[in-house]
Structures are given as structure tokens and as C-alpha cells.
């Protein structure tokens, strides 16, 4: 399927339909498909940073404004809950109202949402300007890939997703590194005014290099009741996989936000085959490749991100490594994602997405078997191993997975396409961290009594065992000042074991969803409607 694009020719606001196979050529910088890859690769390095370097800076926030631990959650929280809720809605206006005008917004809002952080003297406004780098960091994604989309054509568009994909990887493994560096030599204020100068560069980017292109047949209208019903049923089940751990699994709370979920869902279905420009038309889930795409990156980020959480406590806690150290042994993983990106997209180019994105999930279902191999004295090299084989196992899957969700949708939705992509990467890594959380929880409760018996220690209180459980799910061994060092060597011990047991059946649980995702993947195909007509410029 093609359809009609306009295009502003030259940030003029005039804009003329014309067919996709008639457009002529981008003239100098403006809309030339590499510059603009360049251009949407640093605004969405902004957001994809932001995922991982404040949690290096949250010791130092909380110390600094005096805030709680639960306070201190929320900095990371209320992002995440802004951003997974409004992002296909925000794919939405971009499709609307141009991917070029809803990137720029997204760009000069994050840098500004970045800079107030910085100047905030209380928990309070730091939480409520993460709000708003949510908010804004949702309708920079999605028009990234409309803009990918939409100025390059099929035979190099796998190409350019894998540089985007590139980027969000190193960006998001990368966080840690940087994070730690300012932290440790600036101020935790530094993890946010970095965004500014960076946000600044976006936007003179943007506005030079990007050329707006908008379908014919795009939507005039907004559905504000499937809005409404999306965006409450995304909120109750991010809120519950958020409050799970806290609340427990088995709480009324939980399940009440997950019925609210499943309901608000069903109403949001039923709803859009009853209104004339639905938000999110059903009929693209009847494409078979698209569909199979959304649950792969869902699984996809359930084994990477969940896996993931628990090898930084690992790192740290029970090598003792800083978090410099420890970013820099995630290097083998950020590298083969810089690396493999690029190399996927021309593989998934030659081959298709089938077969790459298949291999690419066998990779990470192994990478995740290992892992769940290591041990307190595990070392660097074995470490390594695991975290390169993780690395080349998910570009692939991160650049295949988005192309055929995107490629398989109207070139009018590609800006709805990329907010479902984007959201299931979200809402997978949010299960990932919350189910895998939940075994490791539930591993450590079961293991910890008997280990700590087995060891000779003076029995705990069922209070003081749920403490210690509670440090022990994090690595963190239970000594009380003032124990005396043969007891605090024992208890360090048997707090490492625990916690390794605990990480290990997580990885073999992240790794049988991985083996999931390989059948999955082999329903996936190249995109239907990202045929060569639909990009402009010269490559």
C-alpha cells in the first residue's frame, strides 16, 4: 500500500500533495535522509540516556534534598508511567500534525523539562519536571521512526533503523558510564544540564535538516473518548507492575489495577470499531508480521531489560565494583549493539527480517542461560562473554522488530506505529523488571532461612528476616555495625549465595522467554508497506 504525502519543501508551511514515486529530490541539507538521521539520532540519545543515568544519580538526589526512598522511586517511576502512557497518542499528533513540528516540541520540552531539574531544591519539582521529560520524550520517539520512515527508502530504511537502534542501545547502556563520571566529579545536577546543550543542538539540527512529510489521507480528527481509554488503561497496568513489588502479587490492589487494565482495553477495542478516525485502527493487528512484531519486542525487552536490572546489583553489590567500573564491564554489550546494529539492518536488507530476528533471540536465550552461570568470583572475561553474545543477540531484534512494525503499517500511521513499538518496549521492560523482580523475591524468601541456618548464624526475628531479605534481593549482605568480622564474613557469604540463586533462576526464566520469542519471530516478514517509493532525498 502507498499513499500520498505533502510535503513542506522548504519550512514554508505550504504544503502540496504530491505522490510518493513523483517527489522530487531533497535540495542541499533539508530533508536529505542521512542528515536527517543524524538529526533524530541526537534528540532521541537524549531520552534513551535519561532511561539509565539518573539511577546513578539517585543516592546523591535523595542525600542532597533529603528525600525518602519511596520519594526518591518516584524520579524514575513518574517518568516511565508519563512516558509509556502517552506514547501512542503522541505518535498520534505527529501523524496529525507533521513528525517534524512534534519533534522539535519533543526536543526543546525534554531540554527544558532537563534544565528545571537542575535548578529544583526540592523531591517535589524534581518528580513533576520527570513528569513533563516524559511526556516530552513520548512525542520525540515516534516521530523519529515517521521521519525515518518517511524520507528513506525500504532497501536502505533497515540501515538506517539499525543506526537509530545503535544509538538507543549504546545511549541506554552507555547511561551508567557517564552517569557515574558526572556524578562522581560534577554534581548529580550535571546528569540533567548535559540534556540542554545536547537538546540545543536537536533543535538547530532540526530545524535546518528536517523536511515535514505528512499522508494525504492522515487523520483530521482526534478520537479524545479512545484517548481517554487507552491512556487509563495503560496507566492502571503500568501503575500496578510498578506497585507489584511493594504491594505483592497476591494483593487486591494489584489485581484491581490489572482488571481495570483488561477492562479499560476491552472498551478501548470495542470503541474503536465504532468511531469514524479511531485512534489505533484494529485492522492494522490483522497484519499478522506487525502483530507477531509488537509481541516480540515485548519479549524481547521482558528477557533484556528484566535480566538486566538484576546484573547491575550484581556488579556492584556483590563485586563491590563503583558504578563507573560497572558500566565500563557492560562494555562488551554496548559494543556488540553498536556494532551488530548497523550489520543487522544490512543482514535483515539481504535476508529479510525472519531468519536474523530468529537467530538474534537464540542468542539472547543462550547470553541469558550464561548468565545465569556466573557466580561471586566469577570472572571479568567469563562476565564478558555472556554480556557480548546478550549484545549481538538483541540488535536484531532491536532494529528487525521496529522495522516490521512500521514497515507493515500505512505510511498515514507510521507515527502510531512507532508509539505501539515504542510502548512495547516499555510496557516489556516494566513486566520484565516486575515478573523476574517477583522471582527473584520469591527465590530469596524461600532459600534465606535454610542458608542462614546452614551457616550457624544467630536466628532473625520473622521482622528482622524480612529486612534482611528485603537488602539480600539487591545483593546487599545484612551487616549491623558493630558485628564482629567472622560473623559479617558468613553473612556476606550466605547474603551473595542467596541473591546469586536468586539471579540465576531469573535468568533461566528470562531465557525460556527468549526461546518464546525465536517462535514468534518466525512469523514476522518484511514490511508490506515500505516499499521503495516511499522515501525522498538522495542516499
Known amino acids: ?11 514554508s508551511g505550504d504544503k502540496a500533495p504530491v505522490a510518493p514515486s513523483d517527489q522530487p529530490p531533497a535540495s542541499g541539507l533539508r530533508g536529505h535522509p542521512w542528515f536527517t538521521l543524524i538529526t533524530v539520532a541526537v534528540g532521541v540519545m537524549m531520552v534513551a540516556l535519561d532511561g539509565t543515568i539518573v539511577a546513578i544519580a539517585n543516592p546523591a538526589i535523595q542525600k542532597d534534598l533529603g528525600a ?17 502512557v502517552s506514547l501512542i497518542t503522541a505518535g498520534k499528533l505527529g501523524d496529525r500534525f507533521g513528525h517534524r513540528q512534534t519533534f522539535l516540541i519533543g526536543v526543546v520540552g525534554f531540554a527544558a523539562a532537563s534544565g528545571a531539574i537542575g535548578l529544583s531544591s526540592s523531591i517535589g519539582a524534581v518528580v513533576t519536571f520527570r513528569v513533563f521529560q516524559g511526556l516530552f520524550g513520548a512525542l520525540l520517539m515516534p516521530a523519529a521512526l515517521g521521519l525515518l520512515r518517511a524520507t528513506f527508502p525500504a532497501e536502505k530504511l533497515n540501515m538506517a533503523i539499525g543506526i537509530w537502534g545503535m544509538v538507543i542501545g549504546a545511549s541506554t547502556a552507555g547511561g551508567p558510564i557517564l552517569g557515574g563520571v558526572l556524578v562522581q566529579h560534577v554534581s548529580w545536577q550535571s546528569v540533567f544540564f548535559i540534556n540542554v546543550p545536547v537538546g540545543l543542538i536537536a533543535l538547530v539540527l532540526g530545524a535546518v535538516m528536517l523536511l515535514d512529510h505528512r499522508a494525504e489521507n492522515a487523520p483530521r480528527s482526534f478520537d479524545l473518548l479512545g484517548i481517554a481509554l487507552l491512556s487509563g488503561a495503560m496507566f492502571c497496568l503500568v501503575w500496578a507492575l510498578i506497585k507489584a513489588p511493594s504491594w505483592g502479587w497476591g494483593d487486591g490492589k494489584t489485581w484491581a489495577f490489572i482488571a481495570a487494565s483488561v477492562l479499560g482495553f476491552g472498551l478501548f477495542s470495542f470503541w474503536e470499531t465504532k468511531v469514524k478516525e479511531p ?3 484494529l485492522g492494522l493487528f490483522r497484519s499478522v508480521p506487525l502483530s507477531a512484531g509488537v509481541v516480540l519486542m515485548v519479549l524481547m525487552a521482558i528477557a533484556f531489560m528484566g535480566g538486566l536490572f538484576f546484573v547491575t546489583f550484581y556488579l556492584q553489590n556483590v563485586h563491590g565494583m563503583d558504578p563507573v567500573d560497572a558500566g565500563l564491564h557492560l562494555l562488551p554489550l554496548t559494543g556488540m549493539m553498536i556494532v551488530g546494529s548497523p550489520l543487522a539492518g544490512a543482514a535483515i536488507t539481504r535476508l529479510g527480517p525472519r531468519i536474523p530476528l530468529a537467530g538474534g533471540m537464540a542468542a539472547t536465550a543462550i547470553a541469558m542461560y ?22 549481538l543477540g538483541l540488535a536484531p531484534v532491536m532494529v528487525g522488530a521496529t522495522e516490521v512494525i512500521v514497515g507493515n503499517a500505512p505510511m498515514e500511521l507510521s507515527g502510531v506505529a512507532g508509539g505501539l513499538q515504542q510502548a512495547a518496549m516499555q510496557i516489556g521492560g516494566s513486566l520484565g523488571t516486575a515478573v523476574l523482580g517477583a522471582v527473584m523475591a520469591s527465590k530469596v524468601d524461600n532459600d534465606l532461612p535454610g542458608n542462614w541456618a546452614d551457616a550457624g548464624l544467630p536466628k532473625l526475628t520473622s521482622a528482622q528476616l524480612a529486612q534482611a531479605s528485603e537488602a539480600v534481593q539487591v545483593g546487599v549482605a545484612p551487616v549491623a555495625k558493630g558485628t564482629p568480622a567472622e560473623v559479617a564474613a558468613k553473612i556476606t557469604g550466605v547474603a551473595h549465595d542467596t541473591f546469586i540463586s536468586g539471579m540465576s533462576l531469573a535468568s533461566l526464566v528470562a531465557a525460556g522467554v527468549a526461546a518464546v520469542a525465536i517462535l514468534v519471530a518466525l512469523l514476522t516478514k518484511r514490511g508490506e508497506n515500505a516499499d521503495g517509493s516511499a522515501g525522498v532525498g538522495h542516499i
Open 1 to 11: 500500500m502507498t499513499s500520498q504525502t505533502t510535503i513542506d519543501t522548504a519550512g
Open 279 to 281: 485512534l489505533i485502527p
Open 68 to 84: 525518602t526512598f519511596a520519594q526518591v522511586q518516584w524520579i524514575t517511576n513518574g517518568y516511565f508511567l508519563a512516558l509509556a
Open 370 to 391: 550464561g548468565m545465569s552461570t556466573l557466580k561471586a568470583d566469577t570472572g571479568s572475561g567469563i562476565m564478558a562473554v555472556w554480556f557480548a553474545l546478550l549484545g
